[in-house]
């Protein structure tokens, strides 16, 4: 996980068992292929030195019934792993191939063809992302070359026939909003130096293409330089029985500060004429350690909670999404698949959901 911007609004909230035996026959004609993979997806980061290998891995998720990953990079040894596991792929190419991307569709299309395409369909890709939170953190010479980047490798996957099956996307910082302007929800805007520069013909893009808008999200990091003023426990871990707040604008109620932060970014789109492009969030999570002095909330039982009920939401029936976008189910996700013991404070390596022995930090069900 990157530097975090916490900021983000204290708002801003009988033919079934034909259907088994084929499946029972078809499982068995592949050993990989497991049973249930629900649509909880879980971040692969590696910043460690004790981590299990990529094939254990795979396994350790389909146990889990965890149906999506997203790495940090393209590793081939890692899309080799994941092959006939069924578990969807979302694979990062690197910020610095950005400039290459947009000025030559051939870069783009060498870039996909040597490491995409080697891995499919055996490994289930679904997702490219073109770079890790580009607009924030990387050099500002990419900001204005990320849409043209999105535009060429999105004709290259034309070009292969994959783009039915794989979507061009990016994950953003929640510091891509307006903090200034992040309460309540309802009024949130994008940067301005941002919003028609670069947001709107992303957007533009996203709606083009069907693919979603992505955003890193975490509620942990508003409750913890809140200091406890504004934001309540309750509501950052999103229980179902928290007070809440209600945007005077909208009149809509919130119990879940995420759901608050998604309605923001919702909110901000809407403004640039797109309510048409879903959100996904790419990073969310709870860490389960933390200085309890400087990083209050960072405990195993609110780590359970917020994962658990975020869980929840993913695998509600019907699916459930905010309340400015229920059409819109919540897509996520979780930070992180492994505590990361190379990361620089004791909260920032304490968001797996499993310690590098792939025993469990917690227990949730991933699988209805
Ligand atoms: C949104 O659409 C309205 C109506 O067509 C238009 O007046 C407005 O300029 C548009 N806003 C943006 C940011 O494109
Ligand atoms: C916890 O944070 C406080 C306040 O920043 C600091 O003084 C203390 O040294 C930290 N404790 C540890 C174990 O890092």
């Given amino acids: 996980m990157e530097q975090k911007t916490p900021l983000i609004t204290q708002t801003c909230i009988h033919r079934s068992l034909v259907l088994a035996l084929l499946f029972l026959a078809m499982s068995s004609s592949f050993n990989k292929v497991s049973g249930a993979l ?17 094939a254990q891995v795979a ?29 969807e792929m979302a694979v990062m190419a690197p910020d610095g191939l950005i400039p290459s991307f947009a000025s030559d569709a051939n870069q783009a299309l060498s870039w996909v063809t040597a490491n995409i ?4 369909p055996a490994t289930k890709i679904g997702v490219i992302m073109v770079g890790n939170e580009v607009l924030t953190r990387s050099d500002p010479a990419f ?19 994959l783009y039915q099956t ?4 990016t994950p953003h910082a929640m510091d891509v909003l307006d903090l200034g302007t992040s309460y309540p929800p309802s009024s949130c805007t994008f940067k301005s130096s941002l919003a028609s520069s670069v947001i709107h013909p992303l957007l533009d893009f996203h709606k083009d293409t069907g693919s979603p808008f992505m955003v890193d999200a975490y509620p942990f990091f508003a409750y913890r330089d809140d200091k406890g003023e504004h934001i309540p426990l309750d509501y950052a871990l999103g229980g179902p029985t928290a007070v809440g707040f209600t945007d005077f604008r909208t009149g809509l109620h919130y119990t879940s500060l995420l759901d608050a932060q998604l309605d923001a970014v919702y909110a901000a789109m809407a403004k640039l004429n797109h309510s048409d492009v879903g ?22 039982n609110n ?4 994962n ?43 968001f797996g959901l499993f310690y590098p022995d792939m025993t469990p930090v917690y227990n949730i069900k991933f699988t209805n």
């Fill in 279 to 300: 959100i996904v969030l790419a990073e969310t999570g709870w860490p389960s350690a933390g200085n309890a002095t400087s990083e209050p909330g960072s405990t195993l």
């Fill in 38 to 54: 629900s649509a909880v997806g879980v971040n692969y980061g590696r910043v460690a030195d004790n981590l299990p290998p990529p």
């Fill in 308 to 350: 658990g009920n975020l869980v929840k939401r993913i695998l509600s029936n019907p699916p459930l999404g905010t309340p400015l976008r229920p059409a819109f189910p919540i897509e996520a996700y979780i930070f992180e698949i492994f505590n990361e013991n190379q990361k620089y404070s004791l909260s920032e390596r304490s």
């Fill in 166 to 169: 794989i979507k061009i996307t």
């Fill in 303 to 306: 780590a359970a909670e917020f």
């Fill in 59 to 87: 396994q350790l998720l389909q146990s889990q019934g965890i149906g999506k990953v997203k790495l940090y990079d393209a590793d081939p040894a890692t899309l080799q792993a994941f092959g006939n596991t069924g578990i």
């Fill in 143 to 161: 900001t204005p070359l990320l849409v043209p980047a999105m535009w060429n490798l999105h004709t290259a996957l034309i070009r292969l026939d």
């Fill in 117 to 120: 395409v080697p891995f499919i």
